[in-house]
């Protein structure tokens, strides 16, 4: 089935822990971006991937990393959680690299994670 | 600065029309997207505005007017299924989507 998944759908991490956010994409696009959404708030960019073996920074990228290793995979790490990283994250995909075309993006399901 | 304004919440009545509008400012401007969020889900592709004007796809429509940083949504023949947040999202001069926080619509019976 095409499209993006992400993993874990839920987690509860305790703060100062190291926790990963996988997504993974099979369209064979180009760019990748990671966000959160929080109550209230618009979607806030973290980190994004123009293509594989780049990577730059969003809007809110503090306590946060990204590695793009390959096409398809767009891993996101916080070092060391912190409450205030509580959020739902958002992975998402778009045909064309950022910064060079439009193009629609695509979400995957989303990982809710609660840092206590 | 960048900001998107639109209503937090709105309801409407099943089998009814609603606009809900979208008003931006942004650094550059590459057109204008709409997103759908159902409760607990991702964000799924609407509507994409480049030009002024109305774009119709089906029950939808997305209108657009760049002078004065305004687009609207209009939903026609109102499901319940429609009942989710509608993300208004501008994209800027960098070609990065500047979120709003989204238009919660309630439909009633």
């Known amino acids: 089935i095409a499209g993006i998944t992400q993993a874990p759908t839920s987690q509860i991490l305790a703060a100062g822990r190291r926790m990963t956010l996988r997504c993974t994409q099979d369209m064979r696009h180009n760019a990748m971006y990671w966000y959160r959404q929080d109550l209230g708030l618009g979607l806030r960019l973290i980190h994004y991937?123009?293509?594989?073996?780049?990577?730059g920074k969003g809007e809110v990228p503090d306590g946060y990393s990204v590695s793009r290793a390959n096409t398809d995979d767009f891993p996101l790490t916080l070092a060391s959680a912190v409450p205030s990283q509580t959020s739902v994250y958002f992975c998402?995909?778009?045909?064309?690299?950022?910064?060079?075309?439009?193009?629609?993006?695509?979400f995957g399901p989303g990982t809710r994670l609660t840092v206590l | 600065g960048q900001n998107i304004d639109q209503p937090t919440e709105m309801t409407a009545t099943e089998g009814a029309i609603v606009q809900i509008n979208c008003t931006y400012q942004t650094s550059g401007f590459n057109g204008l997207f709409w997103y759908q969020q159902h409760a607990g889900e991702a964000p799924t592709f609407l509507s994409y505005n480049v030009l002024d004007g109305l774009e119709e796809k089906g029950r939808f429509s997305s209108f657009l007017s760049r002078s004065k940083g305004y687009s609207y949504l209009l939903l026609k023949e109102l499901q319940m299924k429609d009942s989710a947040s509608y993300l208004c999202a501008p994209m800027d001069s960098n070609y990065q989507l500047i979120w709003g926080a989204g238009t919660k619509l309630i439909i009633k019976p």
């Open positions: 998402a995909s778009s045909d064309e690299a950022s910064g060079g075309a439009v193009d629609t993006q695509y």
């Open positions: 991937s123009n293509t594989a073996g780049t990577t």
